[in-house]
């Protein structure tokens, strides 16, 4: 048994972060280790079954731990596609895939590979892996999928739209805020310098909108001091607007902001944010520098619960979002 071979089948036993790291930093010639490792991943990085995926994703965090030298630091990841099925995909700190991107069918013997959601993107650490090189979609293996549990520096602000629909003054803001903001936001943050206890404050942004009489969705913000829950909305609705309207104008009650809990295993924090139909009545300027505020309170309320708990330079996160809102408040060409 080659040395090589005895460290990656070696790092496949072990399964806490904890035990991988100590195990990793013991290794002489972190160089001849690294370069093992990234030889290995390329392997899996055309994974065909569960079991080819969960060995690329123990890869990542191996080179999480040990660095990706010269090459393009990669994270793997778990989702869950539209329809609800798994989604495995590798992305680097801008959030752009490489490798197989693939959604996973549920079958009697387990998960497979759907054929016609599977999808790769090139990477320039392997210019000659090509879509032609991947090939089929594996058998069925009864076996769960692995998430990363260590994350690569990456921007910790995500922000995206829940449904695509909003009143059309409101579409050149949006499509800003998910392109030029966005841009901003994985150039110019600084996750080097935050620390790793966080991996990403996930703001999903919900606008009213108008489709037609039959598909339209119009919030009312619900007054913060009634702290209402999901099964207050309709009755406290009802105070305000009869059955009638309500139907007829597509209300929905809704609070401003809502938090969800902070996930130590990935390093995620959920944050809700609605806009009302009068959002979108302002000028484009008012509306960015609205959406501007509404974000980084959003930011700052998750930053201080989550203070005290976590390793983490809030204060530096705080003002570099800071300077990316400005700027792009001011429409600056720098930005």
């Known amino acids: 048994m080659n040395k090589e071979y005895s460290?990656?089948?070696?790092?496949?036993?072990?399964?806490?972060?904890n035990e991988l790291k100590a195990y990793l930093s013991e290794l002489p010639d972190i160089d001849s280790v690294r370069t093992n490792l990234l030889d290995e991943f390329l392997?899996?990085?055309?994974?065909?079954?569960?079991?080819?995926?969960?060995?690329?994703?123990?890869l990542c965090e191996c080179l999480a731990i040990?660095?990706?030298?010269?090459?393009?630091?990669?994270?793997?990841?778990?989702?869950?596609?539209?329809?609800?099925?798994?989604?495995?995909?590798?992305i680097n700190r801008y959030g752009q895939p490489r490798f197989r991107d693939a959604v996973w069918s549920k079958r009697k013997e387990g998960l497979a590979i759907d054929g016609n959601l599977t999808f790769f993107h090139k990477s320039a650490d392997a210019p000659s892996m090509t879509c032609e090189s991947i090939h089929g979609t594996g058998v069925a293996q009864n076996i769960g999928l692995c998430s990363q549990r260590n994350w690569i520096p990456k921007n910790p602000i995500g922000i995206t739209r829940g449904l695509a629909n909003c009143y059309e003054n409101s579409k050149s803001v949006i499509d800003s805020m998910e392109t030029k903001l966005k841009d901003a936001l994985h150039r110019r943050m600084r996750p080097e310098l935050y620390g790793n206890s966080l991996d990403m404050i996930l703001i999903t942004c919900s606008f009213s909108f108008c489709d037609g009489p039959h598909c339209k969705t119009n919030y009312i913000i619900a007054d913060e001091a009634r702290k209402l829950k999901q099964k207050d909305f309709y009755p406290a609705l009802l105070e305000m607007f009869s059955e009638k309207?309500?139907?007829?104008?597509?209300?929905?009650?809704?609070?401003?902001?809502?938090?969800?809990?902070?996930r130590h295993e990935t390093g995620l924090v959920r944050v809700g944010i609605v806009f009302e139909k009068e959002f979108s009545l302002l000028s484009h300027q008012i509306q960015k520098e609205t959406l501007s505020r509404y974000l980084l309170e959003a930011v700052e309320h998750v930053s201080a619960r989550l203070a005290r708990k976590l390793d983490y330079d809030f204060a530096l996160m705080i003002q570099d979002f800071k300077a990316v809102l400005e700027d792009w408040c001011q429409c600056k060409d720098s930005l």
């Open 7 to 17: 460290v990656v089948n070696r790092i496949l036993e072990i399964n806490e972060l």
């Open 43 to 58: 392997k899996y990085a055309r994974y065909s079954n569960v079991t080819e995926w969960n060995r690329a994703v123990r």
């Open 66 to 90: 040990v660095g990706w030298g010269e090459h393009e630091g990669l994270e793997a990841v778990k989702t869950s596609y539209f329809n609800g099925n798994p989604n495995t995909f590798f």
């Open 245 to 262: 309207e309500i139907e007829a104008n597509g209300y929905f009650l809704r609070n401003r902001f809502t938090y969800g809990p902070f």
